[in-house]
């Protein structure tokens, strides 16, 4: 039997590398996309356009296209989020938690629906350390910013209607860009570190030498967000990360660096140090001193990396080896990260950061 889907933040980072998979899938019957602006052109026949907004009761949709998913979708995937680190809770809330309370209730209409898939971000485990298990669902050590927070109580939203739904949620490490070519279709707050630090404008890191940087590839991503919607597997938590194959904060500065220098000989001659790792109240008192004398460029570049950066002060690693393990069967393989990392860092430079065209063009 084939499945029609309906995919929420198809014009996110994941949006086309996941449409391709999507549309690319003789599972798939149909992909009706739900756009709130203008949407964009897409040339596979597979895709539908609905218009519709997820901060509205059953995301919006008028009677006719409510009636339409209520009788035909079987899957659902909620990519749709408020992913900015300097949003304030209530903000973050009215898109990321409402946006769930929305899809529950649109869930509640849809006849055929045999499975729901969530996209969440590893870092509902906040300020939480040590290993972090995926099996793992609550914690109250607090988070470093409101998008973290809101993320984490949309998943305690749909694991009290587990018991009722096919739920499934995936939390997703930090995309990094594409492992063939390194493209990067949307810049987020790791890419603009990089940049600064390339600027000169992150004198600075928090955490430790040994804190693990979990990155993973938009390809692998959307491989595995579309293997977990569409494969027959259980509902459950899956985490997509980096897992053991991880550079440490201080591989990764060191990597950094050499590729900077490799890809632009001039940069050389610029004699810039790699930032200082130093710890979370260092970091702050310098994010302050910043915020109360430096130029806008620097100010700029402290107000990104404060919002994320705290992060890395909360060492931690992802234990991945069920998920792994139930992808790989499905043929879908985590590409390491030291075979990419260099494809992204000269993409970034190549490109001058600028993202690659988002125009759709599935087949």
């Given at each position: 039997m084939t499945d029609i889907v309906l995919i929420t933040g198809a014009s996110g980072m994941l949006g086309r590398h996941l449409l391709s998979r999507l549309c690319l899938s003789p599972?798939?019957?149909?992909?009706?996309?739900?756009?709130?602006?203008?949407?964009?052109?897409?040339?596979?026949?597979?895709?539908?356009?609905?218009?519709?907004?997820?901060?509205?009761?059953?995301?919006?949709?008028?009677l006719a296209a409510r009636r339409a998913v209520g009788a035909k979708v079987s899957v659902i995937i909620h990519g749709a989020a408020l992913t900015s680190f300097s949003s304030q809770l209530e903000a973050a809330r009215a898109v990321n938690v409402a946006g769930v309370e929305n899809l529950l209730s649109l869930a509640g209409h849809c006849r055929r629906l045999r499975a729901i898939c969530h996209l969440s971000t590893i870092y509902v485990a906040g300020r939480r350390t040590g290993i972090i298990r995926e099996d793992e669902l609550s914690h109250g050590c607090g988070f470093v910013n409101a998008y973290e927070q809101s993320k984490?109580?949309?998943?305690?939203?749909?694991?009290?209607?587990?018991?009722?739904?096919?739920?499934?949620?995936?939390?997703?490490?930090?995309?990094l860009g594409d492992s063939c070519d390194g493209a990067v279709n949307k810049l987020g707050a790791i890419h603009h570190a990089l940049r600064f630090f390339f600027l000169s404008l992150a004198p600075f890191v928090p955490g430790r030498p040994e804190s693990l940087v979990d990155l993973i590839s938009a390809d692998y991503a959307a491989a595995s967000v579309a293997a977990c919607a569409l494969q027959d597997f259980l509902p459950r938590t899956w985490h997509v990360c980096?897992?053991?194959?991880?550079?440490?904060?201080?591989?990764?500065?060191?990597?950094?660096?050499?590729?900077?220098c490799?890809?632009?000989?001039?940069?050389?001659?610029r004699v810039i140090e790699k930032p200082a790792i130093v710890d979370l109240k260092t970091f702050e008192l310098f994010v302050n001193s910043v915020e109360l004398l430096a130029d806008s460029m620097l100010k700029d570049s402290v107000t990104i990396l404060k919002h994320f950066a705290p992060q890395l002060a909360h060492p931690k690693q992802f234990e991945d080896r069920t998920t792994v393990s139930l992808l790989e069967a499905a043929?879908?393989?985590?590409?390491?990260?030291?075979?990419?990392?260099?494809?992204?860092i000269q993409y970034l430079l190549e490109s001058n950061w600028q993202p690659a065209g988002c125009e759709q063009t599935v087949a």
């Open positions: 599972q798939v019957e149909r992909v009706m996309v739900l756009a709130h602006d203008q949407p964009q052109e897409f040339t596979s026949s597979k895709i539908e356009v609905v218009k519709g907004d997820v901060k509205q009761e059953d995301f919006g949709l008028n984490y109580e949309a998943e305690q939203l749909l694991q009290a209607q587990a018991h009722e739904l096919p739920v499934s949620i995936v939390r997703l490490s930090t995309v980096g897992g053991a194959d991880c550079l440490t904060l201080a591989e990764l500065l060191d990597i950094t660096l050499q590729l900077f490799t890809y632009r000989p001039s940069w050389r001659k043929g879908v393989v985590r590409p390491s990260i030291r075979n990419y990392y260099s494809k992204v």
